[in-house]
């Protein structure tokens, strides 16, 4: 079984950055392929990216395309979210899931997850 932790979020301008990281412990994150996740006030979860595990494919939600970067670095057990020219309706919790082998893009197939962390972007 995996704990995920995340970290980085916070307050950010319209057009900011901000660099989300996500601890792994408790098993062997290489075989575990990671996503990232969000939910506004309000709304449902949904997906925002994944990556497999050596970290040689991605896949993003076309809303963050060209603007968000997922990466892990399995000597670290930390996979990252480098997030790009933000806009308001990035304001969200993120979070952090993992689930065995596959990455996918529904939020039921990962059985594990962060706590989240708050990102704000002002307008």
């Known amino acids: 079984q995996v704990q995920l932790v995340e970290s980085g979020g916070g307050l950010v301008q319209a057009g900011g950055s901000l660099r989300l990281s996500c601890a792994a412990s408790?098993?062997?994150?290489?075989?575990?392929?990671m996503g990232w996740f969000r939910q506004a006030p309000g709304k449902e979860r949904e997906f925002v990216t994944c990556?497999?595990?050596?970290?040689?494919?991605?896949y993003y939600t076309d809303s963050v395309k060209g603007r968000f970067t997922i990466s892990r670095d399995n000597a670290k057990n930390t996979v990252y979210l480098q997030m790009n020219s933000l806009k308001p309706e990035d304001t969200a919790v993120y979070y952090c899931?993992?689930?065995?082998?596959?990455?996918?893009?529904?939020?039921?197939?990962?059985?594990?997850w962060g706590q989240g962390t708050q990102v704000t972007v002002s307008s």
């Open positions: 899931a993992a689930r065995l082998r596959l990455p996918s893009s529904s939020l039921n197939e990962y059985p594990y």
């Open positions: 408790g098993s062997t994150f290489s075989n575990y392929a």
């Open positions: 990556i497999n595990l050596s970290g040689g494919w991605t």
